[in-house]
């Protein structure tokens, strides 16, 4: 029977780049290991294990090696992870407490040397769920608040911010307190009639086409553009058709949001058609993602000040219409070959080519596809209408450029010099300020024994007191000076390890051609993006440019591919 694996204490340490303030990663560690040692579990066969992750923000838990230290504890390798504060962790107390339960399955415990939160101790539990318990009281009362303030501010109407819709613009309203005297402000939404006049094209085109694809084809066809003057796609175009200030606050609209229960906030006699719709509450700020909603039941509507541009009943049947198009809506194939999306460009209008592949393959069996270019595609070929180059060629001959790389020694090597050489002037620097930190050092430890030796000749007790404070305050520059050697070293370590793995590189790159067209499909698009800048298209050439530099590296002419006679295609 195989032996149960030994379980090994854990070290996380976290720093973001971004501040300077707050412990080093060394530091955090360092405090970490002397705890261990003082624990009762900890011998000199105790095993600990370090994970640390920096320039990460601890607002989420999408942390590569936090990630693997938790992995590491569902498999249940870890009895306890140490680290040195408690938002090392987690900055959220949702996340933490979710975290927290898995690691109570598993046996595992969590110690926070700063807090005094040790979950293997019944003290240590009380004093997490404590902790957990005021931070859940606070969040549901802060939700309570707002919830109240946003109904509050719901019966006004008013515009509260933030990027102003098509067709509108904000304008501030002045008022009067008529009892303090004191001036405030709001806003409201005035409509732009110039823009007024895009939406109802917008929405008139979808209507008569019923595809999303086919109104952003008709704004590439007549230049009708966002205010940040790009053409409109489908995503920005769904985002406007689902929005709805454009509808009228009238008695469809008002029965629309019952039935799917929204919070209306008014009376149902204040619906009267003459108003746009505002409605509360809809997105969901608390993540990076702007476009999440919350539920419809959190959602608070009312009647706003500005002007509706379409009905309630109009906008009733663009949100069904937008519904049944997301069901037969295409879907493009997720699975090709290609590798150079995102870095082929047309060179005619600048645009990004994208694959199109072909129901036929060649004498190899390998599916036969195209580069084509989006602005050709979107504006059916009436923007651009740059040729298709056969994607299978432009691959095969990017890639055996890339293969040609280690042989030529004016670019790769010469990139290899660079690095090496910025890294040992560092070295360099580094060994000089070492060299200065340990006279440094050597010179406090000559003067604190100087001092020593005179504190035991002299009897004035102010004289004792000033040689007292002296000695402090150079065991202190002492420990500031012995940290700074420490963390220098570590970098030295850092350094010399990118210095071995450059080498390594360097030995590695005369296999490069033989093992390029072994590695599999999401490595070779991983390891293109690291090598190439861009490929541009002409029409008849392929042109190839390298990370870092300006020049082409190589070029070659691609034959344009022979469009399919299939209906649908051109």
Not at 502 to 511: G, H, N, T
Request: hydrophobic share 30%; with cysteine; charged share 30%.
């Amino acid at each position: 029977m195989k032996a149960k694996e030994k379980r090994y204490i854990a070290i996380y340490a976290r720093k973001s780049k971004l501040t300077h303030t707050g412990e080093s990663i060394a530091i955090q560690i360092d405090k970490c290991q002397c705890y261990i040692r003082s624990l009762p579990e900890y011998d000199s066969n105790t095993e600990i294990k370090v994970y640390q992750d920096e320039g990460y923000s601890g607002g989420n838990m999408d942390r590569p090696d936090l990630q693997r230290l938790l992995s590491d504890c569902m498999a249940d390798k870890v009895s306890i992870i140490v680290c040195y504060r408690f938002d090392r962790i987690s900055r959220s107390l949702p996340d933490f407490t979710q975290l927290n339960q898995k690691l109570i399955q598993h046996k595992t415990s969590f110690i926070s040397i700063s807090e005094y939160f040790d979950t293997s101790t019944p003290t240590g539990n009380l004093m997490l769920n404590m902790v957990v318990s005021f931070a859940q009281m606070e969040r549901e009362t802060i939700a309570l608040r707002i919830r109240d303030n946003m109904l509050g501010l719901a019966k006004t109407g008013r515009w509260l911010g933030g990027t102003t819709p098509l067709g509108y613009q904000s304008v501030q309203l002045k008022h009067i307190d008529s009892i303090t005297g004191k001036v405030h402000y709001s806003h409201k939404l005035e409509d732009i009639p110039e823009e007024e006049i895009l939406y109802h094209a917008l929405v008139n085109k979808y209507f008569e086409k019923g595809s999303l694809t086919a109104v952003e084809t008709f704004s590439h066809q007549t230049g009708l553009k966002t205010r940040n003057d790009k053409y409109f796609s489908r995503y920005a175009l769904q985002a406007i058709f689902k929005n709805p200030v454009y509808a009228a606050a009238d008695l469809d609209t008002y029965h629309y949001f019952k039935s799917i229960n929204a919070q209306v906030s008014m009376d149902i006699s204040l619906f009267d058609g003459k108003h746009g719709l505002m409605v509360y509450n809809k997105l969901d700020q608390s993540t990076e993602q702007s476009h999440l909603e919350h539920p419809t039941e959190e959602w608070i509507v009312a009647v706003g000040q500005h002007k509706p541009f379409i009905s309630g009943k109009q906008w009733i049947a663009l949100q069904d219409r937008l519904k049944n198009g997301q069901k037969r809506a295409y879907r493009r194939p997720r699975k090709n070959t290609a590798l150079l999306s995102g870095l082929i460009r047309c060179a005619n209008c600048h645009s990004y080519m994208r694959p199109k592949n072909y129901n036929r393959t060649d004498q190899n069996g390998n599916k036969i596809f195209a580069y084509m270019c989006e602005e050709k595609s979107k504006s059916k070929g009436q923007n651009c209408n740059m040729k298709n180059p056969r994607g299978n060629d432009v691959d095969r001959f990017i890639c055996d450029e890339i293969k040609r790389l280690p042989e030529d020694t004016s670019t790769i090597t010469r990139q290899l010099n660079a690095v090496e050489n910025a890294l040992l002037k560092e070295s360099d620097n580094s060994q000089s300020e070492l060299t200065l930190l340990n006279a440094s050092l050597k010179d406090k430890d000559n003067r604190i024994n100087t001092l020593l030796k005179t504190l035991s000749q002299i009897d004035n007790s102010i004289t004792l007191q000033y040689i007292n404070g002296e000695i402090s305050k150079l065991h202190s520059e002492k420990e500031d000076i012995e940290q700074q050697i420490k963390e220098l070293e570590l970098v030295e370590q850092d350094k010399s390890k990118i210095y071995d793995e450059l080498s390594a590189l360097r030995d590695k790159l005369s296999d490069f051609s033989s093992t390029f067209d072994l590695i599999p499909i999401d490595d070779k698009r991983t390891a293109l993006r690291k090598l190439v800048k861009t490929v541009l298209w002409d029409g008849n050439t392929v042109h190839l440019y390298l990370t870092g530099s300006e020049d082409t590296f190589s070029d070659t002419d691609i034959p344009d591919i022979l469009e399919p006679m299939e209906r649908g295609c051109k």
